[in-house]
């Protein structure tokens, strides 16, 4: 950016910036461009340089705000890069490769432009200018170019979509990049992937990364926005055409996973004849311009990470999810959303249907594989949920997997590791367990995958377990989380719901997995006794019942049952005695006479009488679900019996309560059943002969004797405008993901930082 500017701070001193800025009009036809855009360069990637960066922009940009409106040189410059692109598809008369290199350079410096334009203006005034005409002459780009904005916008998706990133002449029919990688074959020793690749991957991101820029006037409102000028150009017009290619290039992008090129490689070498690509460019050419420009060095430590991952992936399925997730116009559907809905896999010879103009096909398994690989991040679980839930192709295919621990356990992590990842993670994550429930061959299928050694499962080890009994685990340990931390009502009755799908079909569940069903169930069923005592009788301080609840642990449900077994029978009897009468009358006067006892009808009910209803329906649904299993599969769960009888004592004292007295009918059946058989069989049973009695009355219980119930079945709903959770969700993502991308957090308006 002109001689001497090696560092971002010296950059408001720039020359070359300084007139681009200033109040002269530069022609797009002046060497001043060849000057300005002959610079070499690695993306910043660090914070501290990402900040630097923004901040000497804002003053250029100041000035070019002031002076653009007489000069157009802002115009001017996007005509400089549109007509460097044209030159790139110009075949066999283009002679020279200097045009993507510079048009590469020319796109930098407009993003980051564009970048503080939109932070700090509303879309009418960034429209303005861009129709700010150059007062320095004949314009050689043309005058049919009627809205710049629109052709930017357009030149941008065809950079994406027609530009391959590596070994281009095997990945593209064009006949120009054929043309150019025999040119380069004939001029060069194997040069073709390294330099060609190399700038081609610098300059697909760089369009990614500008089309994002342009969609980040979101950021900057408190309101979705549903009317939006960007918005409009990117679903009509010129750009429509091109939303089925979009999309299926952002999603290969992510597929490929693409290692960035080192720092430098994309700079090409000098010719051994004297002559020079890039004017020589190599041999000094660029004294004078913008010294070499590099930022983020291999050396520090936010590039030396980007070397493990591929920021053109990250960047592409970030604009992805933003443009999946723009609003529908008045007069017609999100074009991008109906794309990702309706692609097919490229084995699938189904004609497509004539309704959806934007459907097309790609390669599931390389989908399906990467899916499975990068459900670390926020972003690739938020992919998989948006296909699984609006792709019925997608879903299909992924149900069918023979796989399907691949992609399971992956989610299964990312909710065990409940407290590292952020609510809308988690709620991802759980929300696709929940799609993949209901489907009964799923809930078959992973009570056959036998897992080995599962070593992120610290609780107990686990050297064998089938893939439904971990989930079965990680699901209850995600509520049991929720309940005593978040209490998020949506996060527990999101998970019961995936249990209730599986619990027809649970099969052969490890000792583990049923210990912990019932112990849970359990745990909340003494809970319940214990706020009903503080409920209905404020003043008594039941020091035997608080005191045992308060020293139960996570495991410890045995120490209260062994002292207080009969306490709580006889105590819990007379409670739910009095339930049974006039449960909701004597609930509301407990209730009241409490709020009376705190001085103040205003006041907040302490948690354990807020919690009451949440505790009721969670010991309702887990019931429902023991039950469930004991009507369908009762004798392929041993374990769940063994457990359930371990613990009888507990379940028998509820037989009476009027909100679980029907779903006890049958749990109360089965625990009198088989005692009876133990008794039969004698004291000092081994566990193994007891499991053996459990079998052989599984097959003696007449089902009959079982009342029928019916079955337990949640289907996934997205809330109604679903929008209002997504689409700050996804900008809080590029926000704190984007590559090279820095915003000023207090100009964020959509969401808080503690919530991006």
Known sequence: MGANSSSISELPENEYLQKLSGSEPISENDPFWNQLLSFSFTTPTNSADLKLLEEA???VCKSLVEKNPRTGNLGSLIKVFLSRTKELKISAECQNHLFIWQAHNALFIICCLLKVFISRMSEEELQLHFTYEEKAGPSSYGTECEDLIEELLCCLIQLIVEIPLLYPCQHTDSNWWKWLCSWYRGRYSGGVTSALGDITYSISLEAVTTLIVFLSCQLFHKEIL??????????????????????KTLLYNFIRQERSPPPGTHVFQQQTDGGGLLYGIASGVATGLWTVFTLGGVGSKASAQLEQCSPLASQSLLLLLVLANLTDAPDTPNPYRQAIMSFKNTQDNTAFSSSNPHAFQINFNSLYT???????????????????????????????RTDIENLVLPILEILYHVEERNSHHVYMALIILLILTEDDGFNRSIHEVILKNITWYAERVLTEISLGSLLILVVIRTIQYNMTRTRDKYLHTNCLAALANMSAQFRSLHQYAAQRIISYTCRHLRRYVYVLDKLYFPHSHCSTLQHCFSTLSDNGEELLSLTCSHILRSYASSLFSLLSKKHNKVLEQATQSLRGSLGSNDSPLPDYAQDLNVIEEVIRMMLEIINSCLTNSLHHNPNLVYALLYKRDL??????HPSFQDIMQNIDLVISFFSSRLEQAGAELSVERVL???????????????????????KYVEEEQPEEFFIPYVWSLVYNSAVALYWNPRDIQLFTMDSG
């Open 57 to 59: 922009t804002i003053s």
């Open 226 to 247: 549903r009317e939006s000028i960007i918005h409009k150009y990117l679903m009509h017009g010129r750009c429509l055409p091109y939303t089925s290619r979009l999309v």
């Open 370 to 400: 990467a899916l499975c690989e990068q459900q670390k991040s926020d972003q690739a679980t938020l992919l998989l949920y948006m296909l699984l839930h609006q792709n019925s192709n997608v879903r299909t295919y992924v149900l069918a």
């Open 651 to 656: 379940f028998e004292q509820f037989r009476t």
């Open 692 to 714: 053996e009695i459990i079998k052989q009355g599984a097959v003696a219980l007449p089902k009959d004797r079982l009342r029928k119930f019916p079955e337990l079945k949640f």
